[in-house]
C-alpha cells in the first residue's frame, strides 16, 4: 500500500526555520504531481507549494521567497525548506500526491489522490 510519511514539524520561533520531509514508499518519479498544503485550526485547506507534472513549480503568495520545494527522486523524498517562519505559518502540513494515469488523465493535478499524515508547524513570537 503505497504512502506519503511526512516529518520534521516542531515548534520555532518567528523569523526561524524548519525542513519539512515526505517520504514516499514508491518512486516518486512515478508520480505525476507532488505538493504540501496546510490546515490550521478552522481555516481550509490551502495548497503551500507544489510540483507540477512539468516540473513547474507554484507558490501560495503568502510564502513565496521564504519557502522552497523541492524532489530527490532518488531518495523517493519530498522536501519543504521553510525560512523566515511567520505566526501564520502555523498548521498542520500535509504531503500529497497525484498517482495513477486515469486519475492524472481525468483531473490533472487539481485533484491530489495520495496523502500524508500530517505534521504540526508551529510558530511563536
Known amino acids: 500500500q503505497e504512502q506519503l510519511a511526512a516529518s520534521g514539524g516542531g515548534s520555532v520561533q518567528a523569523g526561524g526555520s524548519l525542513r519539512l520531509s515526505c517520504a514516499a514508499s514508491?518512486?516518486?518519479?512515478?508520480?505525476?504531481?507532488m505538493g504540501w498544503f496546510r490546515q490550521a485550526p478552522g481555516k481550509e485547506r490551502e495548497e503551500v507549494a507544489v510540483?507540477?507534472?512539468?516540473?513547474?513549480?507554484v507558490y501560495a503568495d503568502s510564502v513565496q521567497g521564504r519557502f522552497t520545494i523541492s524532489q530527490d527522486d532518488a531518495k523517493n523524498t519530498l522536501y519543504l525548506q521553510m525560512n523566515n517562519l511567520k505566526l501564520e505559518d502555523t498548521a498542520m502540513y500535509y504531503c500529497?500526491?497525484?498517482?495513477?494515469?486515469?486519475?492524472?488523465?481525468?483531473?490533472?493535478?487539481?485533484?491530489?489522490?495520495?496523502w500524508g499524515q500530517g505534521t504540526q508547524v508551529t510558530v511563536s513570537s
Open positions: 500529497a500526491a497525484v498517482r495513477g494515469t486515469d486519475h492524472y488523465s481525468q483531473y490533472g493535478c487539481s485533484d491530489y489522490n495520495s
Open positions: 510540483i507540477e507534472s512539468d516540473h513547474t513549480i
Open positions: 514508491e518512486y516518486t518519479y512515478s508520480y505525476f504531481c
